[in-house]
């Protein structure tokens, strides 16, 4: 008999490959059941994991199973592997991977949401995770979350919460991820575990006769009895080997770090997505929550509440090999830090008697020349004295032989503290006794000064250094102050409060930031197409919608969309179902904004719940009587189709309607719930798509041509507040291209250049939502950043292969060329560069390597070797992003057919013509 879950089992039979059983209702189990902690996957193992899976998601189906059976799966284990992974790219629209992490929201039978992170990382990273993801919710929304972590992810349980908890709920900063780690772990029932052993371990908890084992219930009692006491000293070693232990052997806090900062930089993509029920992946996790939480009953107390323990933090330090605070503490922060802890900056200081009163509440005890520092005005310190003297509020008393003033709420504190003799009439209200009144005068101290050793309070209140120490240990042991190495140049070790040290560090790293050189303006060129996230070749409709996200309300060539600039985002032979589907669903619109020719024109994709915002203005000018005809039939009538259009307003020319409604295209007037017409237009440059035969009257034309497909409407109202109109494109900047500049604005056609975001740019820094600084050298002043893409900008400086072999639409916002930066000077030919609508480049390591004139008949090569950027060329035609290249003019010059330009067309599948070298797009 055995018991698994709430049922009882009999074995009926076992044979070398099964197991017989019979359920045995009523009869107790006669096998415990437990959980076996194991060993989390390494981060390492992870990583490799995520890309296997990223690889076998977005191979061929048939490149797939034969990479499956190469590696020792059999037919049916094969089968099973891919069809899971294709009903969890079928039910959530993304795999994880190493550059993905899904968080899938759905809701439980009792109607609670449950949160899935699915991540590859190993549960010695969703470790932590999950135990600081239950202290920001406890922190936020005042409930208790539950919890489970695995190989595979977290799943969070939110009970009695309405609305679902946002992706900044579950991501942290790199910088305070640890801190938070390190606060959270002594309250875990891990930790309680941890415990339990390490004190076997050690011997503490004894066996009551050898060669007898205890049982575990009584290990966890006299485990719980031993942490009570622990609880009181931070430095017991036992207490310090748990936290040693938890900390570097399950958990791996570096691996974490990486993490939220590899998020943060948007090297590794969060996606949202809300199903009804739980994807597969989530079926597992969720199996696992439930197999987690039905034998939490049977947990003791103690495991299941463990005790809050401070600890040594100066000896954890040492034990986790962590390097002491001195050298990354800049000393002008702490100057500054430490004048406002004293109420010195000319904006703090009191003005009058109220404002000084609260001074010596929050300092303390202050002589009349610290007095007269902190006023407004030194000659009238004395007056305001005497001023809460005579009303009763404030008393003089001598500490350490000096005559100090102080509150007279501190009477009894330092009477019962230091001894202090008071004067008469103290209302009584002010002498009760106060318990632990020292220990409030040292605390007081510590969080009005920066870094101090034990004498310094001593010589300020006439104790002894030992009673200092003896007093500043035991607030250790609270956590309220820690021991190490802060003030620059010091040689010994100091004490701080942990609020201060948190403000220091804050502002240290804020004036380092602020030191570091601007990187050259080749980091920013490999920057931009990264953080657009060119070439990450991701599928799918949550691949698509992340990229229109980006480029709503950014204008690129009609000609160029799906192939060149979603292309480069998406595979595009995805681009035109699932983009059609967006647009017939109503999710995204459309819109014109200018008109390049017959076959072409400035278009723009905008998100539905988006668009009163950042649809580009009506272009100026006067329609056609026609088009004002159409408009107004559209206006009044809603949707219509091209017979329906021509119909409504009587017209018998088609080809004149076709115009029309092209012109009111163009000028921002209507759209379209497909892009089949806008295909039919731009489809290879033809011309011939734009004909249309005149029908006779009685034999019409059933549907229109391919150009007037699908239903045409016109498009929502823009915002005409200005106001909000600049927030949201300011906002849609920063999203778009992570640093903004002049040039960057500029470059995009802003209505109103960048005066028009410049003043929302400056809020956004004032509120935190940005930075401004100089990060990249030579372009001004004026910067604007966000967190993340600072730190990402930095990390690409020093990276060679971040550019490599990158081809764009000259017009596209992840091309910094003719933008944000200028276009290398070239004295080779007259020919300049542009960024004009079927124009091409290609940046190979961050620099400008090759342009194509629209047509694909004149070459611009830049840089020592051509090589790259004619394999990129070269590779962008194969995989359908250009079409053929026929080069009959290099660099000014007629298309060489020798010399190793000549060899490196030939390389890449170029062939001779009379006209110079062709390569045909497959």
């Known amino acids: ?230 609880s009181k000293y931070g430095s017991f070693p036992v207490v310090l080997e748990t936290y040693r232990e938890c900390l570097q052997d399950v958990f791996d806090v570096p691996g974490l770090i990486d993490l939220m900062a590899a998020i943060r930089r948007r090297e590794i993509l969060l996606v949202e997505v809300e199903t009804a029920i739980p994807s597969p992946f989530a079926s597992s996790l969720t199996f696992g929550y439930v197999g987690a939480f039905i034998y939490e009953g049977d947990a003791p107390l103690a495991e299941r509440r463990a005790q809050a323990l401070s600890l040594d933090r100066r000896i954890l330090a040492e034990l986790l090999g962590q390097e002491e605070l001195r050298e990354l503490v ?145 607030l250790l042991s609270e956590g309220r102050v820690v021991q190490g190495a802060f003030r620059p140049g010091g040689a010994e070790r100091e004490w701080i409060d942990t609020h201060v040290l948190r403000a220091l560090r804050r502002r240290s790293l804020a004036a380092f930031r602020k030191e570091i050189e601007p990187v050259p303006t080749e980091a920013l060129a490999r920057f931009i197409p990264a953080w657009h996230g060119v070439g990450r070749a991701q599928g799918g409709m949550d691949a698509l919608l992340r990229a229109i996200g980006s480029l709503q309300g950014a204008l690129v060539p009609a000609s160029a969309l799906e192939r060149l600039v979603l292309g480069a985002r998406v595979p595009h032979t995805e681009i035109g179902p699932l983009l059609d589907q967006l647009t017939a669903s109503g999710e995204v619109v459309w819109a014109g904004a200018g008109a390049l020719g017959s076959d072409d024109g400035w278009l723009t994709l905008v998100l539905a719940d988006e668009a009163a915002s950042l649809l580009p203005d009506v272009q100026p000018g006067e329609l056609s009587e026609t088009a004002r005809a159409v408009l107004d039939a559209l206006t009044q009538r809603g949707a219509m189709f091209f017979r329906q259009i021509v119909e409504a307003i009587g017209s018998l020319d088609d080809a004149d309607v076709l115009r029309s409604l092209w012109e009111l295209v163009w000028a921002g007037h209507a759209t379209n719930d ?64 992570g640093i903004v500049t002049r040039g960057s604005v500029v470059a995009e056609r802003v209505a109103g250049g960048f005066a028009a975001v410049y003043g929302v740019l400056k809020a956004f820094e004032d509120t935190g939502r940005c930075r401004r600084g100089y990060f990249v050298e030579g372009l001004g002043g004026a910067q604007f950043a966000l967190p993340g893409a600072v730190d990402r900008l930095r990390a690409l400086a020093n990276d060679p292969e971040a550019g490599k072999g990158i081809v764009l639409a000259a017009a596209d916002p992840a091309n910094p060329y003719g933008g944000v930066l200028p276009w290398p000077a070239d004295e080779r030919t007259s020919h300049r560069p542009g960024r004009k609508a079927g124009a091409s480049v290609v940046l190979v390591d961050g620099a400008l390597a090759a342009y194509v004139e629209k047509g694909g008949r004149t070459l611009l090569t830049y840089g020592d070797d051509p090589a790259p950027a004619i394999e990129g060329l070269a590779r962008a035609v194969r995989e359908g992003l250009l079409g053929t290249l026929s080069l009959e003019k290099i660099n000014g010059a007629p298309t060489p057919i020798e010399g190793p330009l000549a060899d490196a067309l030939r390389d890449n599948g170029f062939v001779p013509t009379s006209k110079g070298m062709r390569l045909r797009a497959s």
């Open 674 to 737: 497909t892009l089949a017409p806008l295909r039919a237009i731009t489809g290879g440059g033809s011309k011939r798509t734009m004909k249309v035969r005149r029908p006779r009257p009685n034999m019409p034309v059933r549907m229109g041509p391919p150009s007037s497909a699908g239903r045409w409407s016109v498009l929502p109202a823009r915002d005409r507040d200005r106001t909000r109109r600049a927030y949201a494109t300011a906002e849609q900047l920063l999203k778009r291209n």
């Open 330 to 474: 800049d000393p002008g922060a702490l100057a500054d830090l430490e004048v406002d802890l004293q109420r010195l900056s000319e904006n703090r200081k009191a003005r009058d008697a109220d404002e000084l009163h609260d001074i010596l509440r929050t300092i303390g005890d202050l002589s009349a020349a610290e007095v007269g520092a902190r006023c407004a005005s030194a000659r009238e310190a004395p007056a305001l004295l005497d001023a809460l003297v005579v009303s009763r509020r404030a008393i003089s008393v001598r500490i350490a032989g000096e005559k100090r003033w102080i509150a007279v709420e501190d009477a009894a504190r330092y009477r019962d503290a230091l001894g202090t003799a008071l004067p008469a009439g103290v209302p009584e209200a002010f002498l009760e006794p106060v318990a632990d009144a020292i220990g409030d005068v040292i605390g007081r101290y510590a969080r009005t000064h920066g870094p101090f050793v034990a004498h310094e309070p001593a010589q300020r209140f006439g104790l002894g250094p030992a009673v200092v120490e003896q007093v500043l240990r035991r």
């Open 1 to 230: 008999m055995f018991t698994l879950g709430a049922s009882s089992w009999r074995i009926e039979d076992i044979t070398r490959d099964r197991v017989i059983v019979t359920p045995a209702p009523g009869m107790p189990g006669k096998v415990p059941f437990w959980h076996g902690d194991a060993l989390g996957r390494p981060v390492e193992l992870g990583k490799a994991l995520g890309a296997f899976l990223r690889e076998t998601a977005s191979a061929p189906e048939e490149a797939s199973i034969e990479r499956l059976r190469a590696a020792g799966l059999d037919e049916l284990a094969t089968r099973n592997l891919l069809d899971y992974i294709g009903e969890q790219k079928q039910a959530t629209g993304v795999i994880p991977d190493d550059r993905t992490i899904v968080l899938e929201r759905f809701r439980d039978e009792l109607g609670d949401w449950r949160v899935c992170i699915h991540s590859p990382f190993g549960a010695r990273v969703h470790t932590p995770w999950a135990q600081a993801i239950e202290a920001r919710v406890r922190e936020r929304m005042g409930i208790d979350v539950q919890c489970l972590y695995s190989d595979d992810g977290i799943v969070v349980r939110l009970p009695e919460s309405d609305e679902p908890l946002g992706s900044d709920a579950f991501v942290f900063e790199p910088e305070e991820i640890e801190d938070i780690v390190v606060g959270t772990v002594g309250n875990s029932a891990l930790f309680a575990s941890r415990f339990r052993e390490c004190a076997v371990r050690a011997l503490l908890i004894p066996r009551r006769r050898p060669g007898q084992r205890t049982p575990l219930w009584q290990q966890r009692q006299r485990s719980s009895d031993l942490m009570g006491v622990a």
